[in-house]
């Protein structure tokens, strides 16, 4: 099974930009369908972004569209969310996902990193 691993997360102020990273092991990311995910305090999880290594497809919730680019390199087996333009509402705990279907990467995908925090002061 693939092992994943967030990275980049950090205490920003309204404006700046961060890229995360969801470094894979045990298995090449770009068999997987994959996304994030967040959860803010007091929140529900909420899918963000999703990402088909084999097509390029690229799906985003509507609070991150235009601000946020999900991509991914085969190479380092490593995914990425660059967003920009933050705000304090994309404060939260970010989570990578991955999923062998594409269709659960949205609603319910099988693996999980460990998530990295992400804070917006305004």
């Known amino acids: 099974q693939v092992q994943l691993v967030e990275s980049g997360g950090g205490l920003v102020q309204a404006g700046d930009s961060l890229r995360l990273s969801c470094a894979a092991s045990?298995?090449?990311?770009?068999?997987?369908?994959t996304g994030w995910f967040r959860q803010a305090p007091g929140k529900e999880r909420e899918f963000v972004a999703a990402?088909?290594?084999?097509?390029?497809?690229?799906v985003y919730v509507d609070s991150v569209k235009g601000r946020s680019t999900i991509s991914g390199d085969s190479t380092k087996n490593t995914m990425y969310l660059q967003m920009n333009s933050l705000k304090p509402e994309d404060t939260a705990v970010y989570y990578c996902?991955?999923?062998?279907?594409?269709?659960?990467?949205?609603?319910?995908?099988?693996?999980w990193g460990q998530g990295t925090q992400v804070t917006v002061s305004s």
């Open positions: 990402f088909s290594w084999r097509s390029g497809t690229t």
């Open positions: 045990g298995r090449t990311l770009s068999t997987y369908a």
């Open positions: 996902a991955a999923d062998p279907m594409w269709l659960r990467i949205a609603k319910n995908p099988t693996y």
